[in-house]
């Protein structure tokens, strides 16, 4: 059985004679939760909109669960949540589920339900215009959530939330995937998406220059990996002479290891036993990682138009 719910097969899309998208081809299967990073001016907003059916690709096929974007079939499959969201602003928030679960077919009953999910429950009754932008976005939030979407598309949704609301958003990421709904959702706030998702897929100029897990993208790199000792009595500069690295106060040092030798390099510090009072072992994290695949597509495309 296939289990592909978004394939992307060698799309582009040319505006004015330039390439907002260009080859562009992926898989996502069900349940999956995938970051779609990229700089501003990338192609995922342009993406977003050839997969919802408003943009139609100069060139490849997207597929939403086989049908094509716009369908019937993949419009009733599939949810979305832009980065700025705007509803009715003399409407509450009650009446705005109401109104599009009607449009899409659903019980209001239900859809007003949405409204604690998002923690918006006692702000139900209240005109969208007296809304802060956090509660319109956990309000739209909650409008792409009404029925049971295969495909949920979140472009830069916790823009304007606090951290709290955050935390519950990507709560509810997690939940939503659980219930078998596959999640694309693009964000700068990489920090927060680091351990939310399953796949990482980024995007430089129009291309998709890596798509695979954090893990495989961290050892791809090849990016170091710090370890930070800290000594229990010892002198920082006697512990670095011991174990190589850097002091960085009185009694620490900063080590940079290769990933093929974090194991060498704990197992030396292990080694000292009652010397070491704590180590602290810092993984590439996704920032790390994002930065040196743009970078590199970056130094790649200005080598090809030397």
Known sequence: ????????????????????????????????????????????????????????????????????????????????????????????????????????????????????????AEAGTRRVGTYSKGMRQRLGLAQALIGTPKLVLLDEPTSGLDPISRQNFYDLVTEISGNGATVLLSSHALTEMEARTDRILIMSKGKLVANDTLEHLRTAARLPIRLKVKAKDEPAEQLANRLGGTPVNCRSVEIMCAHEDKIARIAAVTSLGAMIEDIDVHLPTLDDVYKHFSEKANAEDSAGEA
């Open 1 to 120: 059985m296939n289990n592909t719910v978004l394939r992307a097969e060698n799309v582009r899309k040319t505006f004015d004679g330039r390439d907002a998208v260009k080859d562009l081809s992926f898989e996502l299967g069900g349940a999956e939760r995938v970051a779609l990073l990229g700089h501003n001016g990338a192609g995922k907003t342009t993406f977003f909109k050839m997969s919802l059916g408003f943009l139609t690709p100069s060139a490849g096929r997207i597929e939403v669960l086989g049908a094509e974007p716009g369908s019937d079939k993949a419009r009733s499959s599939t949810a979305f949540l832009p980065e700025s969201v705007a509803f009715q602003r003399t409407l509450t928030g009650v009446e705005v589920l109401k109104y599009y679960a009607k449009l899409k077919g659903e019980d209001p009953k239900k859809a007003v339900g949405l409204l604690e999910r998002v923690g918006l």
